[in-house]
């Protein structure tokens, strides 16, 4: 039910984003970044933000996301790279690298339309 898992992070995003926002102000963009090992479908994401901020004072605020990639290190070589996909095969042909992703779901920045006093 990847639909639910994404629902749900949209969910606790807009809680950050809503204690964060200052009060009155007009949120026009929301900035994170999500580790590899999140297994984020952006477009699912994107859905689920737009449904959990419907009505609410965020309403049409913009999702910014920055996927970060997996690292993979290999233990033969001892080369390092980053890459979308999390199984591939070494250039020294090592074929089980090991993949390394971040669980981080950091609000990263927020554009705000701040309103003249
Ligand atoms: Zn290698």
Redesign the pocket.
């Known amino acids: 039910m990847r639909r639910v898992h994404e629902f749900s992070i949209a969910e606790a995003l807009l809680a950050q984003v809503l204690r964060h926002a200052p009060t009155g102000a007009q949120v026009r963009e929301v900035e994170i970044r999500v580790g590899a090992l999140r297994g984020i479908e952006p477009e699912a994401l994107q859905m689920s933000w737009e449904a959990v901020t419907h009505e609410t004072a965020v309403a049409g605020c913009t999702l910014k996301m920055d996927l970060q990639p997996w690292t993979i290190t ?6 390092s790279w980053t890459s979308p996909i999390p199984f591939v095969d ?5 074929t089980a ?1 090991a993949p390394v992703g971040g669980d981080e779901l950091d609000l990263v920045s927020m554009t705000v339309d701040e309103e003249e006093t």
């Open positions: 290999c233990p033969e070589c001892g080369r070494c250039t020294c042909g090592n690298p």
